[in-house]
Antibody, heavy 121, light 109 residues
Framework: QVQLAQSGAEVKKPGASVRVSCKASGYSFNAFSLHWVRQAPGQRLEWMGWINPGNNNTKHSQKFHGRVTITWDTTATTVHMDLGSLRSEDTALYYC??????????????WGQGTLVTVSS | EIVMTQSPATLSVSPGERATLSCRASQSVGTSLAWYQQRPGQAPRLLIYRASTRATGIPARFSGRGSGTEFTLTISSLQSEDFAVYYCQQYNNWPFVWTFGQGTRLEIK
């Protein structure tokens, strides 16, 4: 079955960087895009960016002004999301989610369990 | 950016009754609209895509309608496990820029 297993919680100081990882299993890794969506306390879900391991395409939300880098390791079927220049407003639950294909294109059909990132001095 | 607005923020309904949740887009998204359910402590789960098609394994009591800018999610005969937060999400125009509504909390009356 499709599974997205994320790395553990992180606590970072303002100005630092954080890496959150997402290991995919149970499906053909190169056939689906992987996205990052975050949820700050009391806020709506916010799409951050995506990567297509099949063709190396990536796209990020302009909101993050280049602070987000998404990479992947095909052999490890793992996607990494690096967020730099952290600020308190980046405190959130970060999810990886698989992009749907075929009829499901445009949706997020499977989600990881979430990784809590806390930014605090 | 397309802004998604959901209403109401909180909806109180008794088990066994019907709940209707609304979602409005700031501009037309056609039928490129999905609904997700998020239970406490869990990740979101895809319920509906293309505005009205149930995802695999989703019970028939969940139904979606709408197109353009106005959408609804109806849950008939609420079960205890349906009390959760529901989000709409648009995915109009390739390359997509995905945006979500702020959510509707469905609580037990």
């Amino acid at each position: 079955q499709v599974q997205l297993a994320q790395s553990g919680a992180e606590v970072k100081k303002p100005g630092a960087s954080v890496r959150v990882s997402c290991k995919a299993s149970g499906y053909s890794f190169n056939a689906f895009s992987l996205h990052w969506v975050r949820q700050a306390p009391g806020q709506r879900l916010e799409w951050m960016g995506w990567i297509n391991p099949g063709n190396n395409n990536t796209k990020h939300s302009q909101k993050f002004h280049g602070r987000v880098t998404i990479t992947w390791d095909t052999t490890a079927t793992t996607v990494h999301m690096d967020l730099g220049s952290l600020r308190s407003e980046d405190t959130a639950l970060y999810y990886c989610a698989r992009g749907g294909a075929g009829d499901y294109i445009g949706t997020f059909d499977y989600w990881g369990q979430g990784t809590l990132v806390t930014v605090s001095s | 950016e397309i802004v998604m607005t959901q209403s109401p923020a909180t909806l109180s309904v008794s088990p066994g009754e019907r709940a209707t949740l609304s979602c409005r887009a700031s501009q037309s998204v056609g039928t490129s609209l999905a609904w997700y359910q998020q239970r406490p402590g869990q990740a979101p789960r895809l319920l509906i895509y293309r505005a009205s098609t149930r995802a695999t394994g989703i019970p028939a009591r969940f139904s979606g309608r709408g197109s353009g800018t106005e959408f609804t999610l109806t849950i008939s005969s609420l079960q205890s496990e349906d009390f959760a937060v529901y989000y709409c999400q648009q995915y109009n125009n390739w390359p997509f820029v995905w945006t979500f509504g702020q959510g509707t909390r469905l609580e037990i009356k």
